[in-house]
């Protein structure tokens, strides 16, 4: 087997396909294959070809991983925060000296655009650069409660903690987590999405360039068997989880059970509400490039527009410009071949149920690139009753349903399972206040596709999209990966004592 130099390197700087090393766990400042010696193929999606292979993990390799946690904790625990601050200042300006080549890396692996790539390592430092300034903030309040007496808060960390992440923002969703997790003085375990698991490798490297002692992050990389190995794992204290709701229900409870706070992060049915007075051109570009960034692979675009009363123009402008999206170059390709063929059969069972084809991605090419493609699609006339109504597709398909008013479009919304984000389309205050007020999402915009919120502003959805207590980012996020310790102290003797001087 090959042996992976160190730090290794990510050549490509075009879509040009190129083969890398094969990935290995990190464990204690180490590459490591895993104990099963069994591999898994990694496709570049946008060539249909395998560029690596990534090594399968069970229980004994998360154990081993757990172990270097164990071992560096203690002394990253003792560590004071503004020093723990310093690793992830250093990591910020890594991230930002190699964004070229993690930008590439992401497109590689997950067929995104290079812009689309640039775009999850950006936002990955943005979160790099929130937990920097935690400090800054001091982790908890105080006050004299009573005469010489003061009560604190102060947040511990847990000890050992996990992530496990999906395929489709190989840099961002990892550093939602790891670090948020870090700051607040915990070692790491992560599982990367066996699919494309590079951008970890990178950011393995990158931390311990950073500074960051060998055993406080650690990558096991594999499939289900891993993930549960995580998951029953009884040393870990916590397990943040981004992926389907499928698996994010499931292991919300088998985490629970084993006594571990989980937050479990699923998926989404984005509504997006067009009301008749919308601004065309801004309703036109803002829908599309939720809906067809990073080829609808994002728990947060917009999957389902609701056109209330007669917003036609505004349909028409929606198709035109997907009909000059260019494949390959404004829109990425698909995962995998499934992945391809699920989004496949969603638009041929709209169609079949009386659904309109306005615009057709179905056998677009890119010539040169035989990955897995489909392009731009928008389907009218849906219905909420139809699979492509009410499920996730996850691919660049817009359906379009059909309502009077905009009573009906928020009732509509209310029965969407997967609340991650809505969006409404309005140029009346008015309007817009009642869907915010109204909207049952954990994320809502108001002229803006993809409602995501900046750092400093937490993520995370509601209903089936979210499981646990709190967002995933922000604040939340610092608080999930610790815990709360209230100190109250009395050092003075007071004569006007109260009952708890
Ligand atoms: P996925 O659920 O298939 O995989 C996510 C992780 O779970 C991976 O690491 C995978 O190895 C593991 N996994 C898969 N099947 C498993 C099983 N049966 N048992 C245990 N572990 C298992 O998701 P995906 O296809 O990688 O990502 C796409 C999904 O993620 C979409 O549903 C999308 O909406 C969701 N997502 C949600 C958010 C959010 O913030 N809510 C963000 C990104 C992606």
Redesign the pocket.
Known sequence: MQKIAHPPSFPAKSYAFTEYVNVKNWIGGQWRESSTGQWLDIENPRHGKVMGKVTLSTAKDVDAAVEAGKKAFPAWRNTPMRERAQVLYRLKQLMERDVAELSWLVSHENGKTYAEGKGDVDKGIECVEYAASLHMMADGGQLDVSRGVNCRTTYEPLGVVAG??????PVM?PL?MVPNALMAGNAFVL??????PYGAMKLAQLLQEAGLPDGLFNVVN???????AI?DQPDLKAVG????????K??YGRGAQSGKRMLC????KNHVIVVPDADPELTASNIVASSYGCAG????ASSLMVAVGDVQPIIEKIAANVRKLKLGEDMGSI?SKP?QERIETYIAGAEKAGAKVLVDGRGQKVPGNDGYWVGGTVLDNVTIDMPAGCE?I?GPVLSVVHVKTLEEAINLQHKSL?S?GAAIFTTRGAVARTAVERLEAGMVGVNIGVPVPREPFS???FNS??FGHGD?TGWDGFRFWGRPKKVTEKWATYSDASWMS
């Open positions: 496990i992440v999906p395929f489709n923002f969703v939602w599982k990367p999405s066996e699919v494309v594999g499939q289900r068997e891993c993930v549960e998951v989880f981004v992926g389907s709701t499928k698996v994010a499931l292991l992060l699923g998926s989404a692979q994002r728990c947060m995962i992945a996730e996850f997967y991650n993520f995370g959805g999209s979210k995933i």
